[in-house]
């Protein structure tokens, strides 16, 4: 075994027991953890793998865990769960690693990080279990489908019964089974400053694979590209990284030439590039964060593609400005939500708590009532969330419409095959669309 591998693996495992020490299944602890840990791009590679691998089916591993040790994963003590975790799945997921590796490594890490000095022993004979049973572990026996979805697929069963509630058991099962999926990277083209053809031939002379998006024009499917800021084409500002949903967000509200923009929660500032582009970089686009951090962040964005329409400030969505009335043709809201549309890309996210999300529709509301007033008559209001959840998406456009007489919904058309929101609202999915879970509704407010 190399020693890049053991780097890897350490910081796989002291990755995944910080996060759940911490309770941090939110906003990218993981990816943060990870990052800071200053690993060459092979060993970041390897960890990343493992650590979304064991997040992805944790509950599935812990359940075969389970069945071969006499402590229950839950008893035992975090680094030596997490040992365990990171061999099963190298075992049952991975088939180039060795199980001989798998084994020794994590009896090794269990040895230098974990503090009760017969752990070592019971991982490896845990894991030497688990290696002479791989082809025959243990069957899910359950007398509930939410329940063996929930472990199969290692969602929560709260989720796993909303998902059920929403889409029948049949579906709940292909979006549960996407999740756990490697999604897509797509490149949005800057058609501002150069166009597919010249991009294509410029990622292909760096060795990176793109593919024309199958139904989004000006949109990339990429393979094989290390570190994207290290990318000539990236830091020239040819493209920047968005969903397509997110990209067609925008294009469902409709900016033009010289038109005033609003983007009220922009970080990290996708939905305002894909504006300033479809805007000809002709008109203002105000990008707001509630953040100051993520203003940076935007900013540099914006300088990096080449825009000068663009202009940042940190704003509270629910704190009213009385400059902003009336004083924008499109307002775009894209609220904080509970994220569960993109769990492929953070994997963590499901395991938040339940509990607090309850509170999300609120602040939903608070935002979409205030900058409401920033649109002008005849003007444009877009909602949007990364979410699946009914309550945080149609119902509190539903609950704006009662409160708000002055806005309708307004159909709008989407590529094919996806095809025409007669009500206004449409939802991505990710097992029917290949895209980030997301919402979208488009509100037109009287002149």
Not at 413 to 428: C, D, I, S, V
Request: net charge neutral; proline share 5%.
């Amino acid at each position: 075994m190399s020693s890049t591998d053991q780097t890897a693996r350490e910081t796989a495992l002291l990755a995944l027991s910080a996060c759940e020490r911490q309770g941090a299944w939110s906003d990218g602890f993981l990816k943060k953890t990870l990052r800071e840990a200053g690993l060459d791009s092979r060993d970041a590679a390897l960890a990343t793998r493992l650590c979304f691998g064991v997040l992805q089916n944790r509950m599935l591993l812990d359940f075969y865990i389970g069945k071969f040790s006499t402590t229950r994963p839950e008893k035992m003590e975090i680094k030596v769960r997490n040992a365990l975790r990171l061999g099963v799945y190298q075992m049952a997921f991975m088939t180039k690693i060795p199980h001989n590796a798998a084994v020794n490594e994590s009896v090794e890490l269990t040895k230098k990080h974990c503090k009760n000095p017969r752990a070592a022993g019971m991982v490896n004979g845990v894991l030497r279990n688990v290696s002479r049973n791989i082809d025959r572990l243990p069957v899910i026996e359950s007398d509930s489908r939410e329940e063996y979805l929930s472990i199969r697929y290692s969602h929560p069963l709260w989720l796993v019964r909303e998902f059920t509630d929403l889409l029948g058991s049949e579906e709940a099962e292909a979006l549960l089974e996407t999740d756990n999926g490697q999604p897509p990277i797509t490149a949005q083209i800057n058609t501002c400053r150069t166009t597919m053809e010249q991009t294509l031939d410029r990622l292909a002379e760096a060795g990176v694979e793109a593919q024309p998006h199958p139904w989004l024009p000006n949109c990339l499917v990429l393979s094989g590209t290390g570190n994207l800021e290290h990318l000539t084409a990236f830091r020239e500002g040819l493209f920047y990284i968005q969903d397509p949903a997110a990209r067609l967000a925008v294009e469902v509200a409709d900016p033009r030439p010289g038109m005033k923009v609003l983007d009220a929660c922009a970080a990290p500032g996708g939905k305002t590039f894909a504006a300033a582009i479809r805007m000809e970089g002709q008109g203002e686009i105000q990008s707001c964060d509630i953040h100051a951090h993520k203003e940076k962040l935007i900013q540099a964005g914006a300088e990096r593609l080449g825009f000068t329409c663009i202009k940042t400030a940190v704003m509270d969505g629910k704190k009213h400005r009385p400059a902003f009335e009336n004083a924008f043709d499109v307002v775009m809201a894209d609220v904080p939500c509970s994220g569960l549309g993109i769990i492929r890309k953070k994997p963590d996210i499901r395991y938040k708590d339940p509990e607090p999300l309850a509170g999300l529709p609120a602040v939903q509301s608070a935002i979409l009532d205030n900058v409401a007033t920033y649109v002008k008559p005849g003007g444009v209001l877009l909602y949007a969330t990364c979410t699946l959840l009914e309550r945080e998406n149609g119902d509190v456009v539903q609950g704006f419409l009662d409160r708000n007489q002055d806005f309708t919904l307004e159909k709008f058309q989407l590529p094919e095959p996806l095809g025409r929101a007669e009500n206004g609202m449409f939802t991505f999915w990710p097992q029917r669309h290949g895209t980030d879970g997301f919402f979208v509704a488009k509100l037109r407010k009287k002149t």
